[in-house]
Nanobody, 122 residues
């Protein structure tokens, strides 16, 4: 069992940066790959980034590659999403999620946080 709580969202101007955090509880966190997804109003969950259980492997959606960086600190039971050069189209609720292996599909993730709102103004 893994419980996830996101934080760090907010309102930022285009071109700005935000760092999202996802704090996890539960002994199995270190055995899970972690992912970040986002959901804009009226749209489906969109894959953003994923990281392997060790942190040695990462994957990104093309739309965020080069601007976002996913990382994790297993000693702190936390995963992060550094978002730079933000664009209005990045506006969404951002969720962290846990899965047995890295995946791009939401259905592969067993545990989800409640989400944190990111709004990028133009």
């Amino acid at each position: 069992q893994v419980q996830l709580v996101e934080s760090g969202g907010g309102l930022v101007q285009a071109g700005g940066s935000l760092r999202l955090s996802c704090d996890a509880s539960g002994r199995s966190f270190r055995n899970n790959a972690m992912g970040w997804f986002r959901q804009a109003p009226g749209k489906e969950h969109e894959f953003v980034a994923a990281i392997s259980w060790s942190g040695g492997g990462t994957n990104y959606a093309d739309s965020v590659k080069g601007r976002f960086t996913i990382s994790r600190d297993n000693a702190k039971n936390a995963v992060y999403l550094q978002m730079n050069s933000l664009k209005p189209e990045d506006t969404a609720v951002y969720y962290c999620a846990a899965a047995p292996t890295m995946a791009w599909v939401p259905s592969e993730y067993s545990y989800w946080g409640q989400g944190t709102q990111v709004t990028v103004s133009s």
